[in-house]
Nanobody, 117 residues
Framework: QVQLVESGGGWVQPGGSLRLSCAAS????????MGWYRQAPGTQRELVIH???????VLSMSGSGRFTISRDNAKNMVYLQMDSLRPDDTAVYYC???????????WGQGTQVTVSS
């Protein structure tokens, strides 16, 4: 069955960087557009950035130019490098297909990112 396991979150000061990882299994990873989503407290989950099966990046929200998405189709992994982090980047970050219906709207546990001084 589909599994998405996010890792790499944590606490970082404003201006810092984090690299998130997502291990995917249970589906044909190399055929899917994959994205990073986030959900801050009291808000709806939003798509931040996504990547095509061939590795081209699509920025999905304002400010996501500070983020770099990459994938390794051989390892079924997708990564998110986040630089110049701001307090309003604080959220739980999830990876998923784009659209999420491709994986039956399954969600992993996410990884918490907290940006504060």
């Amino acid at each position: 069955q589909v599994q998405l396991v996010e890792s790499g979150g944590g606490w970082v000061q404003p201006g810092g960087s984090l690299r998130l990882s997502c291990a995917a299994s249970g589906f044909n990873f190399g055929n899917e557009y994959m994205g990073w989503y986030r959900q801050a407290p009291g808000t709806q989950r939003e798509l931040v950035i996504h990547i095509t099966p061939g590795g081209s990046t699509v920025l999905s929200m304002s400010g996501s130019g500070r983020f770099t998405i990459s994938r390794d189709n051989a390892k079924n992994m997708v990564y998110l490098q986040m630089d110049s982090l701001r307090p309003d980047d604080t959220a739980v970050y999830y990876c998923n297909s784009v659209p999420t219906s491709r994986l039956g709207d399954y969600w992993g546990q996410g990884t918490q990112v907290t940006v504060s001084s």
